[in-house]
């Protein structure tokens, strides 16, 4: 059974990418050919300054040679993936966990609409605000690591005429990444700097929240703000990790966002997420429920702890609070042989 809080598949977020063992899981699933048709293909990268100047250009047939790629955007991967799950699955929307105990070898949930069910295992898969972690660890037993940056992300129509490409526009304290969609739509991205970034406002005030980030900003990315939604909400989040000891405690166990949430500057949250949980239903249908709980963890905690730090340590350098770090990036950018970032991104990649 899978329980969604929202009412239908949720729509939104930005382009992810499933790489390595999460290509090969798909794979081995048999989601390829499923994905194959919302496969952005993505032709290049590109890093702008606030000129509008090209800092650095990546060739994405190039830097991916060897590596399994798919990257498409995260309402196409739900979707298709929501479809084959209803396949195997009973798909329960709109309601929620009102309360979990564990009795008698069983975990008891309790829902918001009321029902009360027994199972072996609970799987908590929803995210950084995970209600299934705050239910079953105290707050003493995990933190939150916060960047003090915040993140928004919409859809609109293509104003900047890319086709198969990732565009990313770089000021000092704040950023833009677009990127081309199957549609004539291109997604945006924006992250700017909030010291003690925690909460963000609800609705239509997250639009003069984020204008308000952006005062005065560049062009390029002043003509993309121009199609900020208006009157509705959009996603918009304070960004996090989470930091936990254990992903498991009873019957209950954490898959992504909700057991880590690497944060979109390591470019691996989706595969991260993905190739996590296969490993959890591998080791599931190995053994006996702790041996998998303790399996799964072993295998994929030293990933998870190997990349978390990477991905803290790259934000000095894609927002960068001082003018020390802002002009060495950029110069790095320009000047270093284009080899060394496809070396490093690729190598990046492949470690999910």
Not at 155 to 177: C, D, S, W
Not at 243 to 249: E, G
Not at 275 to 302: H, I, K, N, S, V
Request: aromatic fraction near 10%; glycine fraction near 8%.
């Amino acid at each position: 059974m899978v329980i969604e809080k929202a009412d239908r598949p949720r729509v939104g977020g930005f382009v992810v990418a499933l790489t390595h063992q999460a290509y090969f899981f798909a794979e081995e699933m048999g989601l390829l050919p499923l994905l194959a048709p919302y496969d952005l293909r993505m032709a290049s990268s590109s890093y702008h300054d606030r000129h509008g100047s090209t800092l650095l250009t990546l060739d994405n047939s190039v830097m991916f040679t060897g590596l399994g790629i798919v990257q498409i955007s995260r309402d196409d991967l739900a979707l298709a993936l929501f479809a084959e799950a209803q396949k195997v699955a009973e798909i329960r929307t709109d309601d929620s966990i009102a309360s979990i105990t564990h009795q008698d070898g069983h975990a008891q949930v309790t829902f918001a609409s009321g029902t009360e069910e027994s199972f072996d295992v609970v799987i908590g898969a929803d995210g950084l605000h995970s209600g299934v972690r705050q239910h079953v660890f105290p707050d003493t037993e995990y933190r939150h690591h916060y960047l003090d940056l915040y993140v928004a992300a919409y859809k609109l129509p293509n104003v900047l005429g890319i086709n198969a490409k990732f565009e990313t526009h770089m000021e000092r304290n704040r950023y833009m990444a677009v990127h081309s969609t199957i549609g004539d739509e291109i997604g945006a991205v924006f992250v700017w700097d909030g010291p003690g970034a925690r909460e963000v406002p609800d609705g239509p005030a997250r639009r003069d929240f984020l204008l308000g980030a952006y005062r005065d900003t560049a062009p390029t990315i002043a003509k993309v703000l121009e199609h900020c939604p208006q009157g509705e909400g959009f996603y918009m989040d304070a960004l996090a990790q989470i930091d936990m000891p254990t992903w498991h405690k009873e019957n209950c166990v954490l898959v992504g966002d909700a057991a880590w949430c690497l944060t979109l500057f390591s470019g691996r949250g989706a595969a991260a997420a993905f190739a996590g949980a296969c490993r959890l239903a591998d080791a599931l249908a190995e053994f006996d429920r702790e041996g998998a709980f303790r399996a799964y963890e072993q295998e994929t905690r030293p990933i998870i702890e190997d990349i978390m730090p990477a991905t803290r340590n790259a934000v000095r350098w894609y927002v960068p609070r001082s003018i020390t770090n802002h002009v060495l990036r950029d110069g790095l950018m320009r000047l270093v042989p284009n080899i060394a970032f496809r070396q490093y991104f690729k190598m990046k990649y492949s470690k999910v």
